[in-house]
């Protein structure tokens, strides 16, 4: 039995934590998708986002059309829950972003604005 005994210990710790943690805390938050999508509410840096795809091969696919339309600087990046997203960053005002959007649409793309976060 003694040479059970810390591998005892270890199995009960690992059983019993998440069980303490769950029962004093709750269970953990995700971010869902929309919690991810940062609507315009103010001054500061914005991003033109011409879509969100569910794989890295599908956000690639939407960034070279993007970029042979003459959209320069579109690159993707994860949102943090779990898409990745097409978009061009730093547009320094919203009259700015408005304008890549008009633009944008003249080529059959409907990209959103986004505060930069």
Do not use: N
């Amino acid at each position: 039995m003694r040479r059970h005994a810390p591998w005892l210990i270890v199995a009960f710790a690992a059983l019993v934590y998440p069980l303490a943690v769950l029962a004093f805390s709750g269970a953990p938050e995700f971010p869902s998708r929309d919690d991810c999508v940062v609507p315009v509410t103010g001054e500061g840096e914005y991003e033109v986002v011409f879509g969100y795809r569910d794989s890295e091969r599908d956000a690639l696919e939407l960034r070279d059309q993007v970029l042979a339309v003459g959209f320069t600087g579109t690159e993707i990046e994860g949102d943090g829950c779990g898409r990745v997203r097409v978009s061009v960053d730093d547009i320094p005002t919203r009259e700015v972003g408005e304008e890549v959007i008009r633009q944008a649409r003249t080529v059959e793309l409907e990209p959103t604005l986004e505060q930069e976060g």
